[in-house]
């Protein structure tokens, strides 16, 4: 028999006695019945606010770019702001996947497939934005790649931050499906052998790939697995690193400082974990899954969001700080223009959601109660849109011509379209959690005797 | 050309520390394992069976390699030597502005091969159809499957997986496969 060392301080990540059976028939029932009128409601008024963004979308591409508030101080607003708020929402996923299972945080086993899909989709949701703001987004592909004119072949700029975010933000989203894909793999061979009609069959069948569960395979996956962890977490940081850079490496005051990187990963991570969040305590009140998104879950999570909502409090600070004692007069003038300006409502607003609101979780027992965490994950999802919202307009509304100073407001059109990406988020979400497992049960099943103390049963020998 | 069944005596477990304890048994009685199942990834039970490490490592090097190379050279390519174009009087050939698309790069190439690699080993495709020795085998059972050799000991077999708390004992070759038997269960 092989001993086992319990801990009396740590709690068991799945709570209840369940078997492995139950474990699998908890993760696979939501995505075998019927579902449920919830689901319906959902899906369908997602699905609506994603039309209507899409339509949205298609009038400007056929109007032009000024149905959008910009103007020619503030050349950048919207579209930049949701494409760095989208990236970092997808932050979280890989993070807990990745970095949480280098670091053997065994509790991130519940929530890590749903993160990841919530980083898929936001990714996709981000792309959306630097593509409709090419106006003719379907000649994009030709500055891609070299094509012949008169100057010979013409090149893109490698110098430019801006192609180093195209090559990290396409990276970031392979590789994040390529290591979806290799978890769901053994969890879709389980929902294939309990299928009964024929077409869920020929679905996970394929999908699966004829997994089934040889430890031959299981060696050349787990190795693979932990490649993909080793691989994902530098490149999680890389990429708001490199986002960071579209900012750090301009002249304008207010972005062209080098505490960006940190400033950014440590708010995407902060702003992925809200929406991961808000995300989960919808779904495992809806899909019963209390079992396994549990106190130890949120608490933990809390944890890391209280973590990372600080560290965006002390960039905060140290960005005015060093704008003072930097003594650059344009420096100075953006930060207290920011927070006395035109925008200074702005400003207030991500002060108060992003390093306030978080404070209350402290207490551990409102990091335990999902009421507080969710309202404080709304919170913090309004606040950090605000930071980028902070960050890209109120740097750039007051140059340094006075003449040329401006205001800028959102349009109908970009209010639409940013409903629309929440509904294409949540829409797709609503898609993944009725036809792919939720919850990595695989993963969950071998956490499952975690620090619980229960002498196992076994059951009676049957002799062939 | 299908391959001859090979003929399998399989214990059926229900709990990861006893498929382990019994594995490690089997191979110290030098029992020649055809394979293990397990629903989910067993800490050891690779290295108890005596499967060497496994070598998709190599893959993620090498192809990293080759994406690194392919991101430098290309890059080379493009910005010095076919056409350097004056940036601000940024360098023609910055090998800091370099760094980013290479690593890219690198991890981009290096990752998706990984995971092709990984398949490959696996003999794992879309369309191919899984052999399964018991229903249960992705749900909540572990299947050891010996191979009946020229001087397998059943009884020594038998009685290892029972100490173990084995649930079920069957005969089976490897061209059985439980996803095709129409009930459950069913001793052989």
Known sequence: ?464 | MPKPPVPLFCGVFSDEDDTLEATKACREAGFEFYDVYAPYAVHGLDRAMGLPFSKVTWVTFCFGALGMTIALSGMTYASWWDWPLNVGGKEALPFPAFVPITFELTVLIGGVCTMLGMFAMCLLFPGKKALLLHKGQTDDKFVIALKKGENFNEQKAREIFTRHHAEEMHHRDSHYNAADEPATGGAA
Request: aromatic share 18%; with cysteine; hydrophobic share 50%.
């Open chain 1, 1 to 464: 028999m092989a001993v086992h060392v319990y801990s009396v301080t740590r709690e068991p990540l799945v709570v209840g006695k369940k078997t492995l059976h139950e474990i699998t028939h908890d993760v696979c029932h939501s995505i075998e019945g019927k579902p449920s009128m919830l689901w319906w409601l959902g899906f369908l008024t997602t699905g609506g606010i994603a039309a209507i963004g899409v339509i949205t979308m298609f009038y400007q591409m056929y109007t032009g770019i000024g149905t959008w508030g910009l103007n020619k101080t503030v050349g950048w607003g919207f579209d930049i702001t949701n494409f760095v708020f989208w990236i970092g929402i997808g932050h979280a996923g890989t993070l807990i996947s990745a970095v949480l299972f280098l670091f053997r945080q065994k509790w991130r086993t519940s929530i890590n497939r749903s993160a990841e899909a919530m980083t898929l989709f936001a990714v996709l949701c981000a792309l959306i934005y630097p593509t409709i703001h090419m106006g003719r987004p379907w000649i994009g592909p030709l500055w891609i790649a070299p094509y012949p004119n008169l100057r010979g072949p013409l090149w893109v700029n490698f110098r430019s931050p801006l192609l180093w975010d195209v090559f990290a933000i396409s990276t970031y989203f392979t590789i994040s499906a390529c290591f979806w894909y290799i978890g769901l793999v053994p969890d879709l061979a389980t929902v294939r052998d309990r299928a009964k009609h024929w077409l869920r069959k020929i679905f996970y069948g394929t999908l699966s790939l004829g997994w089934n569960g040889s430890v031959r395979n299981w060696n050349h996956y787990e190795t693979a697995y932990m490649i993909f962890a080793g691989l994902s977490t530098p490149l999680v940081f890389s990429v708001h690193t490199i986002v960071s850079f579209d900012f750090a490496t301009s002249v304008i005051p207010g972005w062209h400082t080098t505490i960006f990187p940190p400033y950014f990963v440590a708010g995407a991570i902060f702003s992925g974990f809200a929406m991961v969040l808000t995300l989960l305590l919808i779904a495992r009140k809806t899909m019963r899954l209390e079992a396994y998104i549990n106190d130890v879950t949120l608490d933990n999570m809390a944890k890391i969001v209280l973590l990372t909502g600080s560290l965006v409090g002390l960039a905060y600070g140290t960005e005015f700080f060093i704008a003072w004692y930097s003594g650059s007069l344009y420096e100075g003038f953006a930060f207290i223009n920011r927070a006395t300006g035109p925008f200074a409502w702005s400003y207030w607003i991500m002060v108060s959601c992003n390093v306030i609101s978080p404070q209350i979780l402290w207490f551990k027992k409102l990091r335990r109660n999902p009421w507080v965490l969710f309202v404080m994950s709304i919170f913090v999802n309004i606040g950090m849109w605000f930071e980028r919202f902070v960050i890209i307009v109120t740097s750039l509304h007051r140059d340094y011509l006075p003449s040329s100073w401006a205001y800028y407001k959102l349009t109908w059109v970009e209010y639409t379209e940013l409903i629309g990406t929440f509904g294409i988020f949540f829409f797709m979400f609503f898609v993944f959690i009725r036809f792919l497992p939720g919850i990595a049960f695989g993963e969950v099943k071998g956490v499952n005797k975690f620090a619980r103390h229960d002498d196992h049963a076994h059951a009676e020998v049957k002799h062939a």
